[in-house]
Protein backbone atom coordinates (compact mmCIF):
# COMPACT_ATOMS: atom_id res chain seq x y z
CA UNK A 1 0.00 0.00 0.00
CA UNK A 2 1.48 3.72 -0.93
CA UNK A 3 1.39 6.02 1.39
CA UNK A 4 2.47 9.79 0.84
CA UNK A 5 2.70 11.93 3.89
CA UNK A 6 3.01 15.28 3.83
CA UNK A 7 4.03 18.12 6.69
CA UNK A 8 5.87 21.14 7.45
CA UNK A 9 2.46 23.63 6.07
CA UNK A 10 1.87 26.32 7.92
CA UNK A 11 1.60 30.42 8.71
CA UNK A 12 3.96 32.65 7.80
CA UNK A 13 4.86 36.30 6.75
CA UNK A 14 5.30 37.19 3.11
CA UNK A 15 9.16 36.67 2.32
CA UNK A 16 9.30 33.71 5.42
CA UNK A 17 10.62 30.52 4.62
CA UNK A 18 8.68 27.06 4.81
CA UNK A 19 10.14 23.64 4.26
CA UNK A 20 7.50 20.96 3.37
CA UNK A 21 8.37 16.99 3.66
CA UNK A 22 6.56 14.08 2.08
CA UNK A 23 7.10 10.57 4.18
CA UNK A 24 6.80 7.64 0.86
CA UNK A 25 6.15 4.40 2.77
CA UNK A 26 4.91 1.41 0.09
CA UNK A 27 7.35 3.09 -2.80
CA UNK A 28 11.29 3.61 -3.15
CA UNK A 29 11.60 7.29 -4.07
CA UNK A 30 14.16 6.97 -6.03
CA UNK A 31 12.61 4.69 -8.44
CA UNK A 32 9.66 7.27 -8.79
CA UNK A 33 9.14 10.77 -9.88
CA UNK A 34 7.91 12.60 -7.17
CA UNK A 35 6.02 16.09 -7.35
CA UNK A 36 4.58 18.75 -5.58
CA UNK A 37 1.48 20.20 -6.86
CA UNK A 38 -0.85 23.16 -4.89
CA UNK A 39 -4.22 23.97 -5.00
CA UNK A 40 -5.93 27.60 -3.78
CA UNK A 41 -9.17 27.85 -3.06
CA UNK A 42 -11.38 28.40 -6.01
CA UNK A 43 -8.17 27.24 -8.39
CA UNK A 44 -7.48 24.04 -10.38
CA UNK A 45 -4.35 22.44 -8.51
CA UNK A 46 -1.64 23.39 -10.20
CA UNK A 47 1.98 21.86 -11.05
CA UNK A 48 5.06 23.52 -8.88
CA UNK A 49 8.10 21.12 -8.88
CA UNK A 50 8.83 17.91 -9.33
CA UNK A 51 12.58 15.53 -9.21
CA UNK A 52 12.38 12.98 -11.80
CA UNK A 53 13.21 9.13 -11.23
CA UNK A 54 16.28 8.90 -13.61
CA UNK A 55 18.87 11.29 -12.37
CA UNK A 56 16.77 12.88 -9.95
CA UNK A 57 16.05 16.24 -12.46
CA UNK A 58 14.22 18.79 -10.63
CA UNK A 59 11.49 20.78 -12.42
CA UNK A 60 9.86 24.18 -11.89
CA UNK A 61 6.71 26.31 -12.25
CA UNK A 62 7.72 29.46 -13.68
CA UNK A 63 5.73 31.05 -11.02
CA UNK A 64 8.25 29.88 -8.13
CA UNK A 65 11.42 29.15 -10.09
CA UNK A 66 14.27 30.54 -8.32
CA UNK A 67 12.55 30.80 -4.94
CA UNK A 68 11.58 26.75 -3.89
CA UNK A 69 13.66 23.82 -4.38
CA UNK A 70 12.78 20.25 -4.13
CA UNK A 71 15.07 17.79 -3.14
CA UNK A 72 15.36 14.22 -2.15
CA UNK A 73 16.75 11.76 0.48
CA UNK A 74 16.94 8.32 -0.60
CA UNK A 75 18.00 7.28 3.03
CA UNK A 76 14.49 8.46 4.68
CA UNK A 77 12.48 8.25 1.36
CA UNK A 78 11.46 11.55 1.96
CA UNK A 79 11.24 14.36 -0.81
CA UNK A 80 11.44 18.13 0.03
CA UNK A 81 10.04 21.51 -1.10
CA UNK A 82 12.19 24.11 0.47
CA UNK A 83 10.08 27.39 0.01
CA UNK A 84 11.79 30.89 0.07
CA UNK A 85 10.80 34.22 -0.92
CA UNK A 86 7.40 33.51 0.08
CA UNK A 87 4.22 35.60 -1.11
CA UNK A 88 0.33 35.75 -0.66
CA UNK A 89 0.00 34.02 -4.24
CA UNK A 90 1.76 30.68 -2.68
CA UNK A 91 -1.20 30.21 -0.11
CA UNK A 92 -2.49 27.14 -0.80
CA UNK A 93 -2.55 23.31 0.15
CA UNK A 94 0.10 21.24 -0.84
CA UNK A 95 0.08 17.83 -2.23
CA UNK A 96 3.06 15.13 -2.71
CA UNK A 97 2.39 12.96 -5.92
CA UNK A 98 4.49 10.03 -6.75
CA UNK A 99 4.09 7.83 -10.63
CA UNK A 100 6.33 5.29 -11.58
CA UNK A 101 6.08 5.43 -15.13
CA UNK A 102 5.71 9.17 -16.04
CA UNK A 103 7.90 10.33 -19.18
CA UNK A 104 9.13 13.27 -19.17
CA UNK A 105 7.13 15.13 -20.87
CA UNK A 106 4.34 14.86 -18.53
CA UNK A 107 6.01 15.81 -15.63
CA UNK A 108 3.28 18.82 -14.87
CA UNK A 109 0.34 16.80 -15.71
CA UNK A 110 -1.64 15.70 -13.02
CA UNK A 111 -3.10 13.24 -14.34
CA UNK A 112 -0.33 11.51 -15.01
CA UNK A 113 0.11 10.59 -11.20
CA UNK A 114 -1.37 7.44 -9.37
CA UNK A 115 -0.13 8.40 -6.14
CA UNK A 116 -1.50 11.57 -3.60
CA UNK A 117 -0.71 12.41 -0.37
CA UNK A 118 -3.60 14.12 1.42
CA UNK A 119 -1.84 17.54 1.43
CA UNK A 120 -0.70 20.00 3.99
CA UNK A 121 -2.22 24.12 4.13
CA UNK A 122 0.31 26.77 3.43
CA UNK A 123 -0.76 30.36 4.40
CA UNK A 124 1.55 33.31 3.96
CA UNK A 125 0.26 36.51 5.29
CA UNK A 126 0.94 39.93 3.96
Known amino acids: QVQLVESGGGLVQAGGSLRLSCAASGITVSSYTLAWFRQAPGNEREFVAAIFRNGGSTYYATSVKGRFAMSRDNAKNTVFLQMNSLKPEDTAVYYC???????????????????WGQGTQVTVSS
Open 97 to 115: AADRQLILSSIAAEAQYDY
